[in-house]
């Protein structure tokens, strides 16, 4: 098969890999679309070293069952289907209470790290465990369903998060992820949400997908806006979706007192805290790591049209032609979201 392989670090080749071997309880999906992740890009420089190569990265993705395998029984071939990110057991202790996102000797598809590695869904076949498949709604497209992943990682901040109708919100970094946030916060009943990116396209994005103001902390300060919005309380909840140490004391000083911060963000190892106003504010403070059962509930909102997808996507594009979207990303070219790639074409 065809698939894009990282080489190595800044070096991609579309080229002729080993079709995946089956599982007895996998199912072999022939990808019809592949979601180039935010992740990804970050990891093609090496400096997350969550993509050593060589590998084949991605694990946004949709497609069409053509084999199963020996225990495979609810799955029939020829199905449409889409899938969760991480491969987890389903006898881990985690899993059996709800947590599979945070199972013991949990993978994730298009990751190569020290501990792991399981080649992702920038090729013409991937093999995916029965139990992390999902159906895709007939009036959703494969490009469609392959954006469920990112919008299923907003969500599960969301579920993590009490939120009252009526919450003013914070959500800081609007690319896919805080894009989703910002969705999903207003099916949630806040009735503000306040968008903060150092990008301008982006924040004109969150505008369109309902925030009420779009700050740039580059041009104005964030935590003054905030106050003025807020009748100088600050915030009730904030998600902080960019994973740096700015980004993070933006969070901490707009919150108000009781408020809560959830992060999903997680680019630097480590961030300085002030512990003293965490405290003394009584602030809440938690993390949100990738999916626990979400898939559902997105793909629903996806066919329902209460989530909106297609504002996001930016171009679909042949695999072959990866790399450049690739380096168009990693570059931050105006204007450009989401870049869903298509095997075969």
């Given amino acids: 098969m065809k698939a894009l392989v990282l080489k190595d670090y800044m070096k991609f080749e579309y080229m002729d890999v080993p079709d995946p071997e089956v599982g007895q309880d996998e199912v072999l ?9 935010g992740s990804d890009v970050q990891g093609m420089d090496g400096s997350t070293q969550r993509r050593i190569p060589p590998v084949i990265m991605g694990h946004e993705a949709s497609g069409i069952i053509v084999e ?45 790290a020290k501990e792991f590695k399981r080649d992702g869904a920038f090729a013409e076949y991937i093999a995916i465990p029965q139990h992390i498949l999902y159906k895709i709604p007939e009036n959703v497209s494969f490009t469609q369903a392959a954006m469920t992943e990112p919008a299923a990682v907003a969500l599960h901040a969301i579920n993590l998060t009490l939120i009252s109708h009526l919450d003013t919100a914070m959500v800081i970094g609007t690319g896919m992820i805080g894009s989703f946030i910002i969705q999903g916060l207003k099916l949630a009943g806040c009735s503000e949400i306040i968008a903060v990116d150092v990008r301008d396209d982006r924040l004109e994005m969150a505008e369109k997908l309902g925030a009420i103001a779009a700050l740039n902390p580059q041009d104005q300060d964030i935590i003054e806006e905030a106050r003025k919005i807020t009748g100088h309380r600050g915030v009730d909840v904030a998600f902080e979706a960019a994973g740096n140490s700015d980004a993070f004391q933006i969070a901490i000083e707009s919150l108000r007192k009781g408020g809560t911060l959830t992060l999903i963000g997680n680019l630097v190892p480590s961030v300085d805290m002030p512990l003293q106003r965490v405290v003394t504010h009584q602030l809440r403070l938690q993390g949100s790591y990738a999916i626990a059962g979400e898939f559902p509930a997105v793909l629903k909102m996806i066919a329902s049209g209460k989530i909106n997808v297609d504002a996001l996507l930016s171009a679909e594009a042949p695999l072959s032609e990866g790399a450049e979207w690739f380096q168009r990303l990693y570059e931050r070219e105006k204007g450009l979201f989401k870049v869903v790639l298509i095997p075969g074409s």
């Fill in 29 to 37: 999906v022939n990808v019809k679309a592949a979601g180039i992740c």
């Fill in 68 to 112: 199963r395998g020996g225990k495979v029984k609810k799955w029939k071939i020829g199905k449409r289907v889409t899938f969760d990110s991480t491969v987890y057991r389903l006898d881990d202790w985690y899993t059996r209470r709800g947590m599979c996102n945070l199972s013991d000797g949990r993978e994730v598809l298009g990751v190569s």
